[in-house]
T-cell receptor
Framework: DAGVIQSPRHEVTEMGQEVTLRCKPI?????LFWYRQTMMRGLELLIY????????DSGMPEDRFSAKMPNASFSTLKIQPSEPRDSAVYFC?????????????FGDGTRLSIL | GEDVEQSLFLSVREGDSSVINCTYT??????LYWYKQEPGAGLQLLTY?????DMKQDQRLTVLLNKKDKHLSLRIADTQTGDSAIYFC?????????????FGSGTKLNVKP
């Protein structure tokens, strides 16, 4: 089975540019999470969706960040305008709510560098 | 909110046992997890334990849970250089946030040959 797929794997862009990160969750999973990982702050949950609906976006840093999930197989995280402090590794994860243990499955991440 | 804490670094020699510790605050957690992150990769689920268990063994991995002290540990027997990675413990939230995980800061394990 294919795991969580993220693209691009690496992104380098200049500050002020719009950045779009993409995620395809595991088929059949109804929860999708976006995380950011930095040395200073560790792993932070930005937002998560259930059945394509945003449930908790309290971790989104500011209005420059937005996330969408137009259908069950695709989500985007957009930063506009980007700033150097947004440089981090962004992970997408998915899971399926059910009875019993349902761990989160992570993609390999997008390494974002804002110059 | 939930708080999960881990020490940042651990260094061991190849062949020794490694013990990575974690403390958490949410006593209502149903499951506790250990994830492994290798350089340049995402987090990979290693093992998990149900909150009504004290111990779980899976090949070289042993998970111990002390629910009274809210302490979780991961023991890796016969540690190999390939075990060098960052290890995260995580707990799921309360019933309404069952699928919202709370991660520790990660423990970087360095295995010396």
């Amino acid at each position: 089975d294919a795991g969580v797929i993220q693209s691009p794997r690496h992104e380098v862009t200049e500050m002020g540019q719009e950045v779009t990160l993409r995620c395809k969750p595991i088929s059949g999973h109804d929860y999708l999470f976006w995380y950011r990982q930095t040395m200073m702050r560790g792993l932070e949950l930005l937002i998560y969706f259930n059945n394509n609906v945003p449930i908790d976006d309290s971790g989104m840093p500011e209005d420059r960040f937005s996330a969408k999930m137009p259908n069950a197989s695709f989500s985007t995280l957009k930063i506009q305008p980007s700033e150097p402090r947004d440089s981090a590794v962004y992970f997408c994860a998915s899971t399926n709510r059910g009875i019993g243990n349902q761990p989160q499955h992570f993609g390999d991440g997008t390494r974002l560098s804002i110059l | 909110g939930e708080d999960v804490e881990q020490s940042l670094f651990l260094s061991v020699r190849e062949g020794d046992s490694s013990v990575i510790n974690c403390t958490y605050t949410d006593s209502s957690s149903t499951y506790l997890y250990w994830y492994k992150q290798e350089p340049g990769a995402g987090l990979q689920l290693l093992t998990y334990i149900f909150s009504n268990m004290d111990m779980k063994q899976d090949q070289r991995l042993t998970v111990l849970l002390n629910k009274k002290d809210k302490h979780l540990s991961l023991r890796i027997a016969d540690t190999q250089t390939g075990d060098s990675a960052i290890y995260f413990c995580a707990e799921n939230g309360e019933t309404d946030n069952f699928n919202k995980f709370y991660f520790g800061s990660g423990t970087k394990l360095n295995v010396k040959p």
